[in-house]
């Protein structure tokens, strides 16, 4: 082994789910404005919202935003998986046919190309958490063992599929 | 749109209670003239000034007055006292000029001479009487909690809105909860879609295989790592605030028809006409919270979406029945009533008390979840 292996079949298949997955939780995040009309009902007897109905309001607002950054999220990890594909075949060219195949399908289902309500570059970014909300990350994702820390192209978390190789 | 199908409900059931406790009470004032013998204290209370009735021309009025037609009030009284006794006149009369047996009557132990009119106040005390019935409606619909405005149906959406959107992102419901809903079931194929992504941190992928690397590596264990305990907990999370706005609307939805219940079990205690009260309880329910019975809460480290699911306005929130005796006297009925509404009004409090404690303890959960497992791990700080 060389240090690395490259199959553009998985690394298309990757891309072709993650828009999958941006595409469907663009629909079922629609689902949430449902909740708005309910708003001037969480309220007590008096029709009043108390501070516990107006969390619930909030939380629903949060919700909301950590489901538009779950969907730009999946979708910038699709592009980024299929450009960094797309340059891998420029120097693997007999993975070509694959790439193509995959483009093909994508260009005549518009994959990746789904209208998800949101600009996903701007949508990406952590969500603004209120006060007393964890900074702390699950082990393994923190800061200390972010393993995009060793990445040196800064062009993006998945560009190049080995950087070790360089592209 | 506030729904106003509830306070003209409320409004109705009043307005029968105010109408069965006048006819209840005018009997109990007719009663009292016969007999010379107090009213009893309404709920609202006497009025500073009542008529004096108890003299010997009222009790000769009412008493002998039937041999010369009897009293106009008695009589609207007898005949089921439609509409107001404003409308009635009465002429107090008692005898005619030659009852001369009359002309003297024993009242209260003395011979006492009557003339052959007095002036009636019984049309006086039934006019106080509609007014402190209205002042004991008022009393008790003061009492009551207003839920004027409220909407069931906006809520119900939204709950349902939550509980589709948990189904979309997976959610099996427990076997504690509601069990299968139809809202949970799904077109989508986001889990199937999820799973083809997921890498657990402890066991390899069939991709990995594949693609092996440190660009893989980093796919696997940053966003690829991260995809799972972010959909879990979007299911729990959507169960969870559908459950808390099921929560809300329970309580509004029950208070309500406590009200109504309990206004129209008082009225069917005051329609009755024997002195048996057995049967003449109301059973209402107090809204408790979940507490730590359902775990609505999303947690840090989720490997399973499995839900609590509560039913639309569930039966988990209402466990606890209390009751309430109505006695036989309208008075009696009335302040009854008013002490039920009193209480349900305290158990409400405690039902927003525990709904608070809810919505902290979901708000404390989510607060705790890490960003990554609430919107995937986060690529875009290393663009």
């Known amino acids: 082994m060389d240090g690395f292996h490259v ?3 998985v690394v298309m298949s990757l891309a072709k789910n993650s828009y999958s997955a941006a595409e469907q939780y663009a629909q079922i995040t629609t ?10 009902h969480l309220a007590d007897k008096f029709g009043a919202a108390t501070g516990a109905d107006s969390d619930v309001v909030a939380m629903l607002d949060e919700f909301y935003e950590y489901l538009r950054t779950t969907t730009a999220r999946y979708q910038l990890v699709g592009e980024q998986l299929e450009a960094s594909a797309r340059d891998y075949v420029q120097t693997d060219t007999e993975q070509q046919d694959v790439y193509n195949r995959y483009q093909n399908d994508f ?3 518009d994959i990746g190309e789904a209208d998800l309500g949101i600009d996903p570059g701007r949508e990406a970014g952590d969500t603004d958490r209120p006060d007393g909300a964890t900074d702390a990350q699950p082990d393994g994702f923190g800061t200390d063992e972010n393993p995009a820390e060793n990445i040196e192209a800064g062009d993006g978390y998945l560009s190049g599929l080995d950087p070790e190789e360089g592209n | 749109m506030p729904d106003y199908g509830y306070t003209y409900e409320i409004d109705s059931a009043l307005e029968h209670f105010e109408l069965t406790l006048r006819e209840r009470w005018y009997q109990v004032v007719k009663e009292s003239v016969f007999n010379q013998v ?13 008529p004096e009735y108890r003299t010997a021309e009222m009790f000769a009025h009412i008493n002998y007055g039937q041999v010369v037609g009897g009293c106009a009030y008695v009589n609207w009284i007898d005949a089921g006292a439609q509409g107001s006794p404003g409308s009635i006149s009465c002429e107090g009369k008692i005898r005619e000029s030659y009852h001369y047996d009359l002309e003297t ?4 132990g003395v011979e006492t001479e009557v003339p052959e009119y007095t002036r009636c106040v019984l049309g006086d005390l039934l006019g106080a009487v509609e007014q402190w019935c209205w002042n004991d409606r008022k009393l008790i619909s003061d009492a009551l909690p207003p839920f004027a405005t409220h909407n069931l149906t906006a809520l119900e959406d939204a709950r349902n809105a939550l509980v589709s959107m948990a189904g979309d992102f997976g959610a099996t419901p427990d076997a504690g909860g509601a069990g299968a809903d139809d809202a949970l079931v799904t077109g989508l194929t986001l889990t199937n879609t999820v799973d083809l992504l997921f890498v657990d941190r402890d066991r390899d992928k069939d991709w990995m295989a594949e693609w092996t690397g440190a660009a893989a590596d980093r796919a696997a264990n940053g966003i690829f790592a991260s995809t799972k305990p972010t959909l879990f907990n979007h299911a729990i999370i959507a169960n969870g605030l559908g459950t808390l706005i099921n929560e809300r609307a329970t309580i509004i939805h029950t208070y309500q028809q406590n009200s109504l219940s309990l206004v129209r079990s008082a009225t069917a205690a005051l329609d009755q006409t024997t002195t048996t009260t057995s049967d003449h309880t109301n059973e209402w329910k107090a809204v408790q919270g979940l507490g730590m019975a359902l775990s609505i809460v999303p947690v840090t480290a989720p490997y399973g979406a499995v839900i609590s699911l509560v039913g639309w306005l569930g039966e988990q929130f209402l466990k606890e029945t209390r009751s309430v005796s109505f006695s036989f006297t309208p008075h009696e009925v009335a302040r009854n009533l008013h002490d039920a509404v009193v209480e349900m009004d305290g158990a409400l409090t405690g039902s927003e008390a525990a709904y608070t404690q809810d919505v902290l303890e979901f708000r404390t959960a989510l607060n705790a979840v890490s960003s990554t497992f609430l919107e995937l ?4 700080e290393n663009r």
Do not use: H, N, V
């Not at chain 1, 689902?31 to 001037?40: E, N, V």
């Not at chain 2, 791990?377 to 875009?380: E, G, K, Q």
């Open chain 2, 38 to 50: 107090d009213i009893p204290a309404p709920l609202s209370g006497l009025p500073g000034s009542l």
């Open chain 2, 377 to 380: 791990y986060d690529i875009s």
């Open chain 1, 31 to 40: 689902k949430i404005t449902r909740t708005d009309a309910a708003t001037p």
């Open chain 1, 7 to 9: 199959d553009i079949d």
């Open chain 1, 107 to 109: 260009d005549a289902y």
């Open chain 2, 105 to 108: 009557i024993e009242y209260q």
